[in-house]
């Protein structure tokens, strides 16, 4: 069936697709990071970058491409990290505007829109490079323009856009003698035809990649030279400027001094700046003349060149998890860490948990929808998959799962990996959940990065599950009646006396009830208490707090928690409690996990 237009919801799926093909392929584009600066982050960069994307299209109820257009923008700013990073901003600000009005897109609607996105992101760049990712969108646009005149379907002109820009990307080592010297395409480039090659995918299949950061493990690093010395400008600087009637030609000039690689993207009322400077302060302190600042960051990009061309050793150890471990996404996508998706359903629309359904989403439909929601866990098909495509990547895996006594996720896993015999596959039963879970997972990710052999990480990962403590309070028992957590029977007195229950997860993982509030503050405050009880004495405690649309709660806990363990607050994580989870946990939940010595 031919496709003849685009509205916000076909712009939506699309987006979503693009952006899973980039996170899946960051590995790759990490080692081939050479311009501007080889410091390894191209491909984490517009991974975030296009998380934030997509969690923004995600989010985003319009229907009408200009509406969902705006929310993309917006989102790209908001989340806009790196060189190409900035400059794929500048894109979506482009196709916004252009799309400015307009309910859906025709295909000669589009041409024009690709156009005004081209020219908007070679203007946010003070000194435009060619061979790099500006060229592969500029040859892309140009034929896709043309083409739109000519073509009578979306899945025929992205076909033909999407040759035109690989056939653009193999070029570029002839534009950049930095990328032939060093035997590689430019990364950034790469990264936006891989972001075509996910629309393209799911123009063809229907289908969005479940996959997270898989590809590229075997994939050749860049022939660089361990020269940190050589970078002049040492720290990567972005921030995000929010203000009326910014003059962006103005700024540039205000910050062209401080270093290169200056990018000043956005619109008049928000622009995102990134920048290669010796004096990060004075580009904020510019900055604040505009308006105020925000999402300061700066990166040491010589200690990143050192790390990843100083002889440093590639981890050859995955890590699994699935959907009910919740994180930081920015820890996930940086840790590589597999995540294989919960199913989350309502009626006959379905999710796949994390990646096409948010936390903030799934609440929000939770509490309008007139059907309950229904979770499925992942088959053996599903880690039998994502089991496969490690081989050829890494030697062996660490698999860490939600508790098998709470759900068949993990049964689910061991039946995998008796079928999947290729490699080494070390299944970890959590015992846990949530950020319970998310704790033992990060502390194994830690212990991968630092370099330790399968059998020292494998022993840290089970020491995290024997001595990670989680608490969970809940604001109503309505939905652990409804998916058989809670008796009816003692249900229905819990919610005639008012009375809100406070769990844990115990030894053998399976649910306990340890004491029941009457909700509100005095149940979190119940629940410090508990948890100060148990991580008095410890050491190096490590704590995460979720919470299940109740933002407010976790800042409480949050600032209870720094008080009490004299922790800066910026030190304790604060995640979204899964939607696989917050379908039986409800609106209003909040959990504290702890992790000591």
Request: one cysteine or more; aromatic letters at 6%.
């Amino acid at each position: 069936m031919k496709i003849v237009y685009i509205d916000g919801l076909r712009l939506k799926q699309g987006v979503i697709a693009g952006a899973r093909r980039v996170i899946l392929m960051q590995d790759h584009l990490n080692k081939i990071n050479v311009f501007p600066v080889a410091d390894n982050d191209t491909g984490t960069n517009m991974a975030l970058t296009m998380q934030s994307i997509a969690e923004g299209a995600i989010s985003c109820r319009e229907e009408s491409i200009s509406g969902m257009s705006k929310c993309l923008a917006d989102a790209a700013l908001m989340g806009a990290r790196g060189n190409s990073g900035a400059i794929l901003a500048q894109f979506f600000q482009g196709l916004a505007e252009s799309f400015e009005g307009k309910f859906k897109a025709t295909l000669s609607h589009f041409g024009e829109a690709v156009e005004t996105a081209r020219r908007g992101a070679y203007e946010a760049i003070t000194e435009p490079k060619e061979g790099t990712i500006l060229t592969v969108i500029h040859d892309w646009a140009k034929k896709v323009k043309r083409h739109s005149q000519l073509s009578e379907d979306f899945k025929d002109l992205f076909h033909k856009g999407l040759k035109e820009a690989q056939r653009s990307l193999k070029d570029t080592p002839k534009k950049l003698k930095l990328l032939a010297k060093a035997g590689v395409v430019d990364a950034g480039a790469q990264g936006f035809v891989h972001m075509l090659e996910g629309v393209h995918h799911f123009m063809l299949s229907g289908k969005i990649e479940k996959a997270v950061g898989i590809g590229g493990h075997n994939t050749r690093r860049a022939q660089v030279e361990n020269a940190p010395g050589d970078i002049a400008f040492q720290f990567c600087t972005e921030c995000l400027v929010d203000g009326r009637s910014i003059d962006r030609n103005k700024l540039r000039s205000d910050l062209i001094a401080l270093g290169n690689s200056l990018i000043v993207a956005g619109s008049s009322e928000k622009v995102r700046i990134h920048v290669h400077t010796n004096n990060p302060e004075a580009v904020f302190t510019t900055a604040g003349n505009y308006g105020s600042v925000s999402k300061r960051k700066f990166d040491d990009m010589r200690e990143q060149h050192k790390e990843a061309y100083g002889g440093k050793k590639e981890p050859k150890i995955a890590l699994v998890t699935d959907s009910s471990c919740d994180l930081p996404t920015e820890f996930i996508i940086r840790h590589n860490i597999q995540m294989v998706p919960v199913q989350v359903s309502f009626g006959t629309e379905s999710y796949i948990d994390k990646i096409t359904i948010t936390p903030k989403e799934f609440y929000r439909i939770l509490q309008e929808s007139e059907h309950s929601p229904k979770t499925s866990q992942p088959t053996p098909g599903d880690f039998i998959n994502t089991y496969k495509e490690l081989w050829g990547h890494y030697d062996s895996a660490v698999s860490v799962h939600l508790a098998a006594a709470v759900s068949g996720t993990f049964q689910a896993a061991q039946t995998a990996v008796k079928s999947e015999a290729n490699g080494k596959i070390f299944l970890i039963d959590s015992c846990n959940a949530t950020v319970g879970l998310g704790l033992i997972v990060a502390e194994t990710a830690k212990a991968i990065e630092e370099g330790y052999g399968i059998e020292e990480v494998v022993k840290r990962a089970e020491w995290a599950t024997k001595n990670v403590r989680l608490y969970l309070s809940f604001a109503t028992v309505k939905y652990l009646i409804r998916g058989g957590r809670l008796s009816k029977s003692r249900g229905f007195l819990a919610r005639v006396l008012n009375l809100k229950p406070i769990l844990t997860l115990n030894a053998e993982g399976k649910v306990q009830t340890l004491t029941k509030t009457f909700g509100g503050t005095a149940a979190l405050d119940k629940m410090l208490q508990l948890v100060c009880r148990e991580a008095a004495g410890k050491k190096n405690l490590r704590f995460g707090v979720a919470h299940a649309n109740a933002l407010e709660k976790a800042r409480y806990l949050v600032k209870q928690i720094s008080r009490q363990f004299e922790i800066k607050k910026k030190e304790i994580m604060i995640v979204s409690v899964s939607p696989a989870l917050g379908a039986h946990a409800g609106p209003g939940a909040t959990g504290v996990a702890f992790l000591g010595e």
